[in-house]
């Protein structure tokens, strides 16, 4: 009889503390349970860092800002965690693999600021239910949201901006028909993001009968004797530039070696940023780029900013760099992929989200003019709205100059000819999907 | 004669590659004479690395692949210090954090690994290397930074009356000539009529005779390490001043390797010719060789330069594995 008293206290003790045990151990991940976690792959260090540095300083403020000022989104505290990926792919994937599985519920949305990063994931995202957003960057076709569920090239792509860059010298040369026997050289980083705009500009030349150079600079892009001296011997009438990092300065510093004219020159907007200009000096004066999310400046979200996280010795990088151009399009990036999660919890209640969840609201993302304002944007993006069927929401942008110390924007938008260059998204992402046996989404169905 | 075939053969190749573009009218003179002299230029910038690692190899048999890190690491260092003081100032302060940089290899990596095989020491200066490339980065930044030398950078036409529109050349570009033949010339002065200099090279030609007559292996690596790094802080110095001051600038001068590949680890006239021999050669096959190379095979497209270099390199290797001025090493077994 004792024994069975011993048996049966000690089997209460054994349950008390497995409870306790139990208790203990939930406690955390109760408490992880209001957390939704964002993955960030910056690169601070190698050949890029110049450019890939603000961005993220300005993506990672934005996180910091809106738990800082809002409490996180919707009561849900922000985490984050950064993997240094140097701009090379294979650490890119690396940190990917790393990161996926982080916090509660995985990592809500990757932005890896590489286009050869994001071919990579691409492939990967699928799997693991998780979005991409590429916001001006990635893979052209990846607006088809039939084929690309994942993916969301929000704001633009490399075929918008070349698009809308011929659109631009065609306008200054008195209309497209003028572009006829006019010489444009694309001097590009040799890599697929620089390659990726030569589809669009070679149909653009069939059409209107200019003549297009291919001008490729290897990477990282500090060797550009040979490239800028086949420039001098074609003289073409104009340049589009599309570099990154070091390569757009050391461009700038070779037009001028060369005594091409910077005003004849026009960069995508990653070869539009201070750091892009300033290493070349007085030689970059009257050289335009293309701004699309985030033109530089200070508006109501950047006083919040230096307000909630720099006032707080918060800041991921010094306050005068506040409302550059990168640090401005990573402010922006931040936004979008906080909205996506805040659109999904109308769906999928205020709580943290899984990757597929935030993915809906990527896919519903409706950010007015009004939504911008409240969100303290106004005048650093135009509207936009995704469906199902178009992951990219806007096809807007704007030429920016450089004046030797500050850009200037024009006022005049522009948009991308969809007419154009829809059937060539159409056309090339069938062509993924058929080579990677993926299914058409049916929109009308498939919303979800 | 049988012997010399091969080089000559590839003499010929080289030539007939170098004329090609004259003779099939792909460029006129004017534009051809350009990109010759542009290619000289690039050489005279890799002969400025390659220096360094010829230095090094002829006095310790150590093959230093940090020396493109040596090179950024010394102009991140002149770049960020001449923000606060004259570039002067800055340029000989720089030279004491390379001699100091040299005292702390010697110290830390070369002495442990004294006797060690050579690919042992190889892969310390990999790490090496790698920890500079970091380091450098984290203490100065990792922004592009300027060193201004004070050299205009409009280019300047010459030869109007003889070329149709004339010859452009870069002051920057002769001011870097300029500062590698004076390079050089010290380079030879000390090896030739300095003490110091005589005692390198024994130590060059045999180590343990060098250390049984009394010279000290330890002292003669550091000053060793010393003058390269003087010579990456030059390198350093007209680079950051033509391409700015970043991280791509250690990247660049891996073209070094080819250089010494094709030069000779062991000679610094191999270094300079070397160099001069890779720029042309690159800067020709990507002017004039890639775009008839994508026309006649239909080839996806692309810059071919980065590469080409290592072909050149391999195709002296496959006739004359010393490089072109390299001492030919005789084992009897």
Redesign the interface.
Same mark, same amino acid.
């Given at each position: 009889m004792r024994q069975a008293t011993q048996r049966k206290l000690l089997a209460a003790a054994a349950g008390a503390v497995i409870a306790a045990a139990a208790a203990t151990a939930s406690a955390p991940a109760f408490a992880q349970a209001k957390e939704q976690f964002f993955p960030l792959l910056p690169y601070r260090t190698g050949p890029y860092a110049p450019n890939g540095v603000p961005f993220a300083n300005g993506y990672a403020d934005y996180l910091k800002l809106v738990n800082a000022r809002d409490g996180g989104i919707n009561g849900v505290k922000i985490t984050f965690e950064e993997c240094e990926t140097g701009y090379a792919t294979d650490r890119g994937v690396e940190c990917y693999e790393r990161l996926k599985g982080k916090g509660p519920t995985g990592a809500t949305v990757f932005q890896p600021l590489s286009t050869g990063i994001t071919f990579a994931l691409t492939d990967k995202a699928p799997g693991d239910r998780i979005p991409l957003v590429t916001a001006g960057y990635g893979r052209a076709d990846s607006v088809d949201g039939t084929v690309f569920k994942w993916n969301f090239p929000l704001g633009g792509t490399y075929w918008d901006a070349a698009d809308i860059l011929v659109q631009y010298v065609g306008k200054k040369e008195g209309g497209l028909d003028k572009l006829k026997g006019k010489k444009i050289a694309l001097v590009y980083h040799d890599s697929p993001y620089g390659k990726e705009p030569i589809p669009l500009l070679q149909l653009r030349a069939k059409m209107h009968g200019f003549e297009l150079m291919l001008l490729p600079v290897t990477h990282p892009g500090v060797e550009q004797k040979a490239t800028w001296l086949q420039v001098r011997q074609h003289r073409p009438d104009y340049v589009f530039l599309w570099g990154w990092g070091v390569m757009n300065s050391t461009a700038l510093k070779e037009a001028v070696a060369t005594g091409y004219p910077r005003e004849k020159m026009y960069g995508v907007w990653w070869s539009g940023a201070e750091p892009d200009v300033t290493p070349a000096g007085d030689g970059a004066k009257g050289y335009n780029a293309l701004t699309f999310l985030a033109p530089p400046g200070q508006g109501q979200v950047h006083k919040d900013i230096l307000k909630y996280v720099y006032d707080k010795g918060q800041g991921s990088g010094k306050k005068e760099d506040v409302g550059e151009v990168l640090y401005n399009r990573g402010l922006v990036s931040g936004m979008m992929a906080v909205e996506g999660v805040k659109r999904a919890q109308f769906k999928y209640g205020k709580k943290p989200l899984k990757g597929e969840e935030v993915r809906w609201g990527l896919e519903n993302l409706a950010l007015d003019a009004a939504a911008i304002k409240k969100l303290g944007f106004t005048g650093f993006m135009d509207p936009i709205q995704t469906t199902c069927v178009d992951h990219q929401g806007s096809h807007s942008a704007r030429i920016e100059t450089w004046d030797g110390k500050k850009w200037n924007v024009a006022p005049e938008v522009y948009e991308s000819d969809l007419q154009i260059i829809k059937p060539l998204i159409r056309e090339s992402a069938a062509k993924y999907a058929a080579e990677k046996k993926i299914p058409v989404r049916d929109c009308a169905k498939d919303a979800g | 004669m049988k012997q010399h075939i091969g080089i000559v053969s590839v003499g010929v190749l080289l030539l007939a590659g170098l004329v090609a573009p004259l003779a099939t009218g792909a /460029?006129t003179p004017g534009?051809y004479t350009?990109?010759l002299l *542009? *290619?000289l230029?690039?050489g005279v910038l890799y002969s400025l690395v390659a220096l360094g690692i010829v230095l090094i190899f002829k006095a310790s048999g150590v093959f230093n692949f940090a020396q493109g890190a040596m090179v950024l690491f010394a102009a991140l260092s002149v770049a960020r210090m001449a923000e606060a003081m004259p570039l002067w100032a800055a340029a000989l302060l720089g030279m004491g954090i390379m001699v100091l940089v040299a005292i702390v290899i010697e110290r830390l990596v070369l002495r442990p690994l004294v006797n060690q095989d050579g690919v042992v020491l190889l892969m310390a200066t990999l790490g090496v290397s790698y920890f500079m490339d *970091?380091f450098g980065?984290t203490v100065w930044g990792?922004? %592009?930074?300027?060193i201004e030398l004070g050299i205009a950078?409009?280019?300047v036409m010459i030869l109007e009356g003889v070329f149709q529109g004339g010859i452009?050349i870069?002051k920057d570009d002769v001011a870097a000539a300029l500062v590698a033949a004076l390079l050089v010339a010290l380079l030879a002065l000390f090896f030739q009529k300095t003490s110091t200099g005589r005692a390198l090279r024994a130590v060059a030609d045999d180590h343990q005779a060098a250390q049984s007559i009394g010279i000290p292996l330890n002292r003669i690596w550091v000053i060793v390490w010393s003058v390269a790094g003087v010579v990456a802080l030059v390198a350093g110095m007209v680079w950051g001043a #033509?391409? /700015?001051v970043?991280?791509? %600038?250690s990247?660049?001068a891996l073209k070094a390797l080819p250089v010494v590949i094709l030069g000779g680890f062991t000679s610094v006239p191999g270094a300079i010719i070397g160099g001069l021999i890779i720029g042309v050669g690159? #800067?020709m096959a990507?002017?004039f060789l890639a775009p008839v190379l994508v026309k006649t095979f239909d080839l996806a /497209? *692309? /810059?071919i330069?980065?590469w080409f270099a290592y072909v050149l390199a391999l195709l002296f290797l496959l006739v004359r594995p010393q490089g072109l001025f390299g001492e030919k090493l005789i084992d009897r077994v």
């Open positions: - | /460029g534009f350009e990109v *542009g *290619g230029m690039a *970091g980065q990792s922004d %592009i930074y300027s950078k409009e280019p452009l870069n #033509k391409l /700015g970043q991280f791509s %600038i990247q660049v690159e #800067k990507e002017v /497209g *692309g /810059g330069e980065n």
